[in-house]
T-cell receptor, first 116, second 114 residues
Framework: GAVVSQHPSWVICKSGTSVKIECRSL??????MFWYRQFPKQSLMLMATSNEGSKATYEQGVEKDKFLINHASLTLSTLTVTSAHPEDSSFYICSASRLVRSYEQYFGPGTRLTVT | DQQVKQNSPSLSVQEGRISILNCDYT??????FLWYKKYPAEGPTFLIS?????DKNEDGRFTVFLNKSAKHLSLHIVPSQPGDSAVYFC?????????????FGTGTRLQVTL
């Protein structure tokens, strides 16, 4: 149980275009979903927290107009990187938590974004 | 300000032996601690968690020990297997409400040799 999927697993886009990444909880309802970013050989950096039906809470230094997060249902959250630039190239990972034992987060497999 | 620290970037252990991964934290308000395993280009996999009111939790080959007075936790893997080779992150949670965030350590790369 507690499986989280992400789509796509990797994407290459041109500078200035937008990219949408989907995160789905497959076998449970996710009360909260989180979006992380990981740079090479570094730890995971939390970008934002989202609850179903409400606006996401962004961490300090994360541009909310650039990284649009929508949590439309209890099983789906999307991250849209708008007007992507090469410095947005990174590994993006989502996670989801349940109502019970909500401190446990279950992670998706990640999405590798390369902006050319 | 690194609230969760893993001071050993790497660890090498022989197959069959015990692997001990360490983690220190500074915030005494953390109420849950978790260990994750991560392979390259994949998301972290949840391994085991412990509440701050306990000092030990065991699940199969994995045991986590918590020493609150020292603000230290460790993950023991016995016996270590080659498939355990990965990067291990410890994480701490502040508040078990619906928006509890995790603070991650920098990770320890474990290599289990034959």
């Amino acid at each position: 149980g507690a499986v989280v999927s992400q789509h796509p697993s990797w994407v290459i886009c041109k500078s200035g275009t937008s990219v949408k990444i989907e995160c789905r909880s497959l076998d449970f309802q996710a009360t909260t979903m989180f979006w992380y970013r990981q740079f090479p050989k570094q730890s995971l950096m939390l970008m934002a927290t989202s609850n179903e039906g409400s606006k996401a809470t962004y961490e300090q230094g994360v541009e909310k107009d650039k990284f649009l997060i929508n949590h439309a249902s209890l099983t789906l959250s999307t991250l849209t990187v708008t007007s992507a630039h090469p410095e947005d190239s990174s590994f993006y990972i989502c996670s989801a938590s349940r109502l019970v034992r909500s401190y446990e987060q279950y992670f998706g497999p990640g999405t590798r974004l390369t902006v050319t | 300000d690194q609230q969760v620290k893993q001071n050993s970037p790497s660890l090498s252990v022989q197959e069959g032996r015990i692997s001990i991964l360490n983690c220190d934290y500074t915030n005494s308000m953390f109420d849950y601690f978790l260990w994750y395993k991560k392979y390259p280009a994949e998301g972290p996999t949840f391994l085991i968690s412990i509440s701050s009111i306990k000092d030990k939790n065991e699940d199969g080959r994995f045991t986590v020990f918590l020493n609150k007075s020292a603000k230290h936790l460790s993950l023991h893997i016995v016996p270590s297997q080659p498939g355990d080779s990965a990067v291990y992150f410890c994480a701490a949670s502040l508040g078990s409400g619906t928006a509890s965030k995790l603070t991650f350590g920098t990770g320890t790369r474990l290599q289990v040799t034959l």
